[in-house]
């Protein structure tokens, strides 16, 4: 089960325990948790080196998150054990999408290149909802942000691990760095050439 893990996709985050009897909040890493958190679902969890299957025993929703109890989970210290663990399906399990729309685990680590070939980056996570999707996009002068829209996106190959943007005027520079650092580091250098200045100034008093 250990070469599956990276083929299989995120449903969802442990966030905390819930309790003294061992539940769990999760934090949904799908637009689907009401069919996805049922009773008697089996999932997988990565503790160390092991990946290992959990089932759901119980499960409510409490502000649109998950509150589920897990077999063998029963007290705090268990459940402990288990805040941050990334919850897990095989990907055959996943519900199909309608036409134009795809999972998460499909668009992370596929190429992102413009429409004439040039190279932009590499999709490090998305981010939004299902309406609103933006690819965070890992490129050689940061992160950019670019919408998962059909005029922006105009072809996304998952199998190719390859997607084509028509990006608009500025969006691949909107997040670039500052080439004089950031707003903190402006301040401290500018604290410095003062303090400069005035050791400079003050033999010239004496």
């Known amino acids: 089960m250990h070469a ?8 969802g985050r442990i966030a ?7 539940q769990l909040i999760v934090n949904p890493e799908t637009d689907f948790p009401e069919a996805r958190f049922t009773p008697d679902a089996v999932m997988f969890v990565r503790r160390g080196a092991a990946v ?3 089932t759901i025993a119980t499960v409510r929703f409490h502000l649109e998150r998950p509150v589920i109890g897990l077999q063998g989970v029963e007290d ?3 459940a402990l054990t288990y805040v941050g663990a990334e919850l897990r399906v095989p990907a055959d399990q996943l519900l199909p999408l309608p036409d134009g729309a795809f999972y998460h685990h499909q668009l992370v680590g596929c190429a992102v290149v413009t429409r004439d070939g040039a190279a932009v980056g590499t999709v490090r996570r998305l981010e939004g ?3 609103t999707s933006r690819l965070v996009v890992d490129t050689s002068d940061g992160d950019v942000l670019v919408p ?6 105009v072809s996304i190959e998952p199998a190719a691990r390859r997607i084509v943007i028509d990006p608009p005027e500025g969006l691949l520079t909107l997040n670039a760095p500052d080439p004089r650092g950031s707003r903190a580091e402006r301040r401290e250098a500018s604290r ?3 303090a400069e200045g005035r050791r400079a100034r003050r033999p010239q008093g004496a």
Not at 4 to 11: G, H, P, Q, S, T
Not at 148 to 153: E, M, N, P, W, Y
């Open 192 to 194: 410095r050439r003062i």
């Open 129 to 131: 909802t299902m309406e």
């Open 4 to 11: 599956d893990w990276e083929e299989m996709a995120l449903v």
């Open 16 to 22: 905390r325990p819930h309790g003294i009897r061992g």
């Open 52 to 54: 290992e299957p959990v």
């Open 148 to 153: 998962l829209a059909v005029d922006i996106c």
């Open 76 to 78: 705090m210290n268990t």
